[in-house]
């Protein structure tokens, strides 16, 4: 089976705008979930689908949303970028959920200037 | 606040030697303890995970022993190689929190050949 696969893999933003980010997951997983990583707050959940709804949400500004598509992949979208959004943005996928393994993708990483 | 404790930040082992890490949580609903290995560049990978129901889990080289009453956990990497010089985390999750993990800070290993 192919792995979680994130698009792009790389971003260079400025200050004030949005940006989209992808990802697919392993084939037959129904949840996704997003975190990021940064040097100072290591790993953070930002929020987790499940068959197209938001089951669980991280403490992030609303700037951060998120959608799940009836084929399971997603995207994040963060609107209004800071300079402190730059990171790097995981995906993981699972079968099931609820303490369920979660598999990685590489991630975006995403320098905003 | 951080819901899991890891220490140390970073360890140094000689070839052959054992590499311990620790990771101490409060929140007693947890009832999911991965641990993940991530390379520079790449995202986390599972590396071997364990439910409270049991004290300890091998698997290969790697061995988590867990103490619920304590609630704390550990990885040992027997046997360390130079292939394993990596960034480890811990993490922990609920059933309550579906797939939001909660990650350690991470403890980047170095093992000297």
């Known amino acids: 089976k192919a792995g979680v696969t994130q698009t792009p893999r790389y971003l260079i933003k400025t200050r004030g705008q949005q940006v989209t980010l992808s990802c697919s997951p392993i084939?037959?997983?129904?949840?996704v979930s997003w975190y990021q990583q940064t040097p100072g707050q290591g790993l953070q959940f930002l929020f987790e689908?499940?068959?197209?709804?938001?089951?669980n949400k991280g403490n992030f500004p609303g700037r951060f949303s998120g959608r799940q598509f009836s084929n399971s992949r997603s995207e994040m979208n963060v609107s209004t970028l800071e300079l402190g959004d730059s990171a790097l943005y995981l995906c993981?996928?699972?079968?099931?959920?609820?303490?369920?393994?979660?598999?990685f993708g590489p991630g975006t990483r995403l320098t905003v200037l | 606040q951080q819901q899991v404790k890891q220490s140390p930040q970073s360890l140094i082992v000689q070839k052959g030697g054992i590499s311990i890490i620790n990771c101490a949580y409060e929140?007693?609903?947890?009832?999911?303890f991965p641990w993940y290995q991530q390379f520079p560049g790449k995202g986390p990978a599972l590396l071997i995970a364990i439910r409270p129901d049991v004290s300890e889990k091998k698997e290969g080289r790697f061995t988590i022993s867990f103490n619920k009453s304590a609630k704390q956990f550990s990885l040992h990497i027997m046997d360390s190689q130079p292939g394993d010089s990596a960034t480890y985390f811990c993490a922990a999750s609920s059933k309550a929190g579906a797939n939001n993990l909660f990650f350690g800070t991470g403890t980047r290993l170095t093992v000297i050949p």
């Open positions: 084939s037959g997983h129904r949840s």
């Open positions: 929140n007693t609903a947890f009832d999911y």
């Open positions: 689908y499940f068959s197209e709804t938001q089951r």
């Open positions: 993981a996928s699972s079968s099931r959920g609820q303490s369920d393994t979660q598999y």
